[in-house]
């Protein structure tokens, strides 16, 4: 959201130069001193040889470079990020370079000295520390002024969302109540401890005095979850799989880009759910599923049976856990997953959602869940059927109740089936609640595609590198 001198593109565009210099200068550097400097294991080249093999590997380094920052998040956004985390994260980035470099000169049958690999690992990072340092201090975004326009628990959550993630560059200065909904957005927050100090603006009948005053740069339409368009989701749960539902635009919902539209004569009408009919997508994703899924099993195996062998010495109990689930049309299936909790963790207490500190886990238990390799065991799920690669999260049957009952809408997401990772896996935080999580289902299940599907595992990559998301 941050806006920056030349726009979001010129940043990415320098971003990408730097890094690329970077990795030029550290490659030359470390083969100028590996030449011109006295060090260990230097017989073994002729001075002739040293130069030429300066220039081999040249572009795998460069493309390697910018594939890793990325994967890493470091073209995400221009917000600035503690310099501890960028540095810390700049290892890992470099030593796994250094690492895939290695492999790719051993297979390319490329003789190179180690100290060179050595020399262009430190100096990599020393580069790409520095680069970022000195543009996060030459550049200062500015940041969005932000007014929500309605009131309820969702725009009080998204107030407090925005006060405590600053770095997505946002500030709200203010509320605007609706007619449906008089009255101020309370400075209450519900599920957080931030104060609030945000004004009330006025109604919407105030908006043209608001703009002329320049008092903000964005507005946001906080729509409420008790609005008729989600009670009549809520009551099409079940509804046959040949019922489509269509909503006649007003000016506001003819803006909305990327909607598939019907006409009746001369009346367009946006498509808000199709039929549920038996294209082609399905079978294509089923098809996706099991190539992809068995090939992710082959790479993990190593993986599994690492975490195989370590959960029974950390921790006393069964391996796997095993646990009911509510998969597409409301029918349950047994998920695997590598067991991360003490044995009988809910007893007594009944089903409890995980948090990101929970006091349950087993030595090793969190780090399984940020790297998510306790999720491996799903592509048997996968690979059986009862899961996807990519979908909604599938939920335990207590709190699918009751969602259903306090959510509108929630029971549409059974229309797909579960996945190993989905839009809320890659864009959501942790302990993201599970109104947000069905935002994010409901835009998969509107925009699904293979392409999608494969967008999204390539984004689960960056997810697990990066030790974020839920």
């Known amino acids: 959201m941050y806006r920056t001198a030349g726009g979001y593109s010129a940043w990415r565009f ?26 260990p294991f230097t017989r073994f080249l002729l001075p002739g040889d040293r130069l030429e093999l300066a220039h081999e590997g040249l572009l795998f380094v460069v493309v390697l470079q910018l594939l890793l920052l990325y994967f890493f998040g470091f073209y995400d956004g221009p917000e600035p990020r503690p310099r501890l985390q960028i540095a810390t994260r700049l290892v890992a980035v470099v030593v796994l370079h250094s690492l895939l470099l290695i492999g790719y000169l051993f297979i390319a ?49 998204l107030e407090a969302k925005i ?16 007619p449906a ?18 004004p009330h603006l006025g109604s919407i009948d105030d908006l043209p005095r608001l703009v002329r005053e320049d008092l903000f740069d964005d507005l946001i339409l906080v729509a409420s979850p008790s609005s008729w ?42 498509e808000v759910i199709s039929s549920r009919d038996g294209t082609l997508q399905r079978p294509a994703k089923r098809l996706l599923d099991l190539l992809v899924g068995g090939l992710l099993l082959l790479f993990a195996l190593p993986a599994m049976l690492l975490c195989a062998v370590l959960i029974p010495l950390l921790s006393k109990g069964p391996v796997l ?80 109740e009751e969602f259903l009952d306090r959510i509108p809408g929630y029971a549409e997401r059974f229309s797909m089936l579960p996945g190993l990772t989905g839009l809320a896996q890659v ?34 990559v960056r997810t697990v590198l990066t030790s974020r998301g839920v």
């Open 109 to 157: 049958n490329h003789l190179f000295p180690r100290t060179t690999i050595l020399l262009f690992m430190a100096l990599d990072w020393l580069l790409l520390t520095l680069w970022r340092f000195l543009d996060q201090r030459i550049v200062k975004p500015r940041r969005r002024r932000v007014a929500l326009v309605g009131g309820g628990a969702a725009a009080r959550d």
């Open 321 to 400: 856990y095993r646990q009911v689930r509510i998969g597409r049309d409301r029918r349950p299936f047994t998920l695997l997953k590598f067991r991360t909790m003490v044995p009988d963790a809910e007893a007594g207490r009944g089903e409890v959602l995980a948090t990101a500190n929970d006091p349950r886990l087993i030595p090793f238990g969190g780090w399984m869940r940020r790297t998510r390799l306790d999720e491996l065991p799903q592509l048997l799920n996968v690979l059986g059927g009862s899961m996807s690669l990519v979908g909604p999260r599938p939920e335990r049957p207590g709190f699918v």
């Open 163 to 178: 006060a405590t993630h600053h770095w997505h560059g946002l500030d709200v200065v203010g509320t605007l109540s609706i």
């Open 14 to 39: 320098r971003r990408y130069l730097g890094d690329v210099l970077a990795a030029v200068g550290a490659w030359y550097g470390a083969s100028f001193l590996r030449i011109h400097v006295p060090l």
């Open 427 to 460: 864009n959501g935080e942790y302990d993201s609640t599970a109104d947000n999580k069905l935002r994010y289902d409901m835009a998969y299940h509107a925009n699904s595609s293979l392409w999608l599907d494969l967008s999204i595992l390539v984004r689960t």
């Open 229 to 270: 368009p989600n009670q009549v989701l809520a009551k099409l749960a079940g509804r046959r799989r040949d019922i489509n539902v269509l909503l006649l635009p007003g000016p506001f919902e003819s803006l909305i880009g990327r909607m598939r539209y019907r006409w009746v004569s001369d009346i367009p009408l946006i």
């Open 181 to 198: 909904e008089p009255g101020a957005l309370s400075s209450s927050v519900s599920k957080s401890s931030v104060p609030s100090s945000v």
